[in-house]
């Protein structure tokens, strides 16, 4: 009788670099620094511009439907130029992305 002949290997999809403890940290850092600006822009635009435009979001008189209606709207509006700018996706792709290894 024959053998079945053995599966063949998992395909290796990514093939890590070795660890190096200096760009670990230094991509660590990187993703702190890029969370702590979108948190901070965030708390900016929510707590001091957007009441600062619409009465109806000041911290007395939260929460409010209307300062939930202000922010449905805001919402709508960035969809709105999403979907006419197409900045996030495009119908077409320009350039491919090159793909290497970061050293």
């Known amino acids: 009788a024959r053998r079945p002949a053995p599966p063949p290997p998992p395909r290796q999809y990514f093939r890590a670099p ?23 822009l965030w708390d900016l635009i929510d707590y001091d511009i957007i009441p600062a435009l619409f009465d109806a979001c000041h911290d007395d ?11 449905l709207v805001l919402g709508i509006l960035g969809a709105g130029g ?12 320009v350039k491919s992305a090159q793909f290497s290894r970061f050293e």
């Open 61 to 71: 008189r939260l929460p409010s439907l209307g300062c939930l209606l202000v922010k």
């Open 82 to 93: 999403l979907f006419a700018t197409r900045s996030l996706y495009g119908d077409t792709q």
């Open 18 to 40: 070795r660890f190096e403890l200096s760009k670990f940290c230094r991509s660590l850092g990187a993703i702190l620094c890029g969370l702590a600006v979108w948190v901070g």
